[in-house]
């Protein structure tokens, strides 16, 4: 069905390309908005409000358990602009639908500082204050200035500011209690005009010393942290996966004393607010690494990854993530939060 124009209601529409574990669902519904002006259509025709919807961006923080029993809304909204610049930073507005990475390369190219370390991240702009994205030593609530949602009761867009996003690791007011109440329509994000690169997670810089770079630039951090990422991570157009299928376990230091008591060789980071266990570290040393349960398995390079085989459905990696969970709490007595938004 078209409406308005040119945006059409498709029925019963693959998300197999949709989503990065490349699981094989379908949409009862399914629409893609390239404008807010598409968005606010939408709201305007009751789409919000007739059964249930999905905001999908670039599908690489989603599991779908089954197929999809109402309307996905495809986020193609595209556009950066450059809103204000003082001199010492430049803020930049972008599109929920821009990629992530084209962002990244774009900033890096023209000299803006900030965003490299989060280099490779697969997914939409829109997404990225959804879970605080992080990687290499660097969250994204670091460069975060605003975003403009729309709240899709009321059809009023509002403007959050950092403090109220409320960021945490893997976390934000959108995960919690604000979860499903606003469609993110744009995020602004502050650049610095003179960068300084930030080099101090232990892998990152072991990499610019193999490379031979002695006083990184921007350029050269994206490209070690790219470097990093491809030897790690599989590409899910090679191999299905959501990246992290869990978080890391952050806890107490008195807690965390007495598990590293017992697990001496433990890998672990220092946190303002406790220890941050690295949850690959726990999956791998209990021996799942490269271990299949039918279709779905434990990426071979990094444990925290549940990859799709091939043909893998969203149970089967449920059920893996389900014995990996189980597996855990027994040897270590923790126990593991999926990353991963399960649909
Ligand atoms: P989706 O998966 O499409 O959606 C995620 C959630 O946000 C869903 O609940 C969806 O409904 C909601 N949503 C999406 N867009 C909107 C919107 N505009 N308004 C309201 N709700 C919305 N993450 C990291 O933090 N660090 C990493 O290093 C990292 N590495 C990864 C590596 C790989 C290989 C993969 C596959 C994933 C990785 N991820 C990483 C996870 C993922 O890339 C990020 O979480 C990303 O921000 C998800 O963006 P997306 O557009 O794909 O979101
Ligand atoms: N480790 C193992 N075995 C494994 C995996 C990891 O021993 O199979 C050890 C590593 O040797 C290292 C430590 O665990 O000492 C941490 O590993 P790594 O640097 O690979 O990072 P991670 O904690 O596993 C996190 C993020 C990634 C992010 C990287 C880099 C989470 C849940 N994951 O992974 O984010 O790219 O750090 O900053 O925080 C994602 O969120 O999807 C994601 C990929």
Not at 158 to 179: A, I, L, N, P
Request: a neutral charge.
């Amino acid at each position: 069905m078209t409406i308005r124009g040119r945006m059409q209601i498709l029925d019963n529409y693959s998300l197999k390309r949709l989503n990065t574990f490349n699981i094989d669902v379908r949409a009862k519904k399914f629409t893609a908005v390239r404008s807010n002006e598409d968005v606010l259509y939408l709201r305007e025709k009751g789409y919000f409000e007739k059964g249930s919807h999905l905001i999908l961006g670039g599908g690489s923080n989603i599991l779908f358990s089954t197929d999809y029993d109402g309307l996905v809304v495809y986020m193609d909204s595209r556009g950066r602009e450059v809103v204000e610049n003082d001199g010492e930073s430049l803020y930049l507005k972008i599109m929920a639908g821009e990629d992530w990475d084209e962002t990244v390369e774009h900033c890096v190219s023209m000299g803006w500082g900030g965003l490299e370390n989060l280099s490779m991240i697969p997914g939409k702009a829109g997404s990225s204050p959804i879970q605080n994205i992080g990687a290499y030593g660097v969250e994204l609530s670091e460069h975060f200035h605003s975003l403009e949602a729309l709240e899709k009761s009321t059809g009023k867009i509002r403007t959050f500011s950092g403090e109220e996003c409320r960021f945490g690791y893997r976390d934000s007011v959108f995960k919690q209690g604000e979860k499903g109440r606003y469609l993110i329509l744009s995020v602004t994000l502050r650049l610095d005009l003179t960068p300084e690169v930030r080099t101090h997670y232990l892998a990152l810089s072991r990499e610019l010393s193999e490379m031979g770079v002695t006083n990184p630039s921007i350029a050269a951090v994206r490209v070690a942290v790219m470097r990093i990422r491809g030897r790690k991570l599989p590409d899910p157009k090679v191999l299905g996966n959501a990246g992290s299928f869990f978080k890391n376990t952050v806890i107490s230091r008195e807690d965390f004393s007495i598990i590293r008591e017992k697990f001496p060789e433990i890998k672990y980071f220092e946190e303002a607010g406790g220890v941050k266990i690295a949850a690959g570290w726990l999956i791998d040393k209990a021996g799942w690494k490269g271990k299949r349960k039918g279709n779905a398995g434990v990426h071979q390079d990094q444990a925290l990854v549940i990859v799709n085989h091939g043909g893998a459905t969203g149970s089967d990696v449920l059920g893996l993530a389900a014995d990996i969970k189980e597996s855990v709490m027994d040897i270590y007595g923790i126990e593991l939060q999926e990353e991963v938004n399960i649909i």
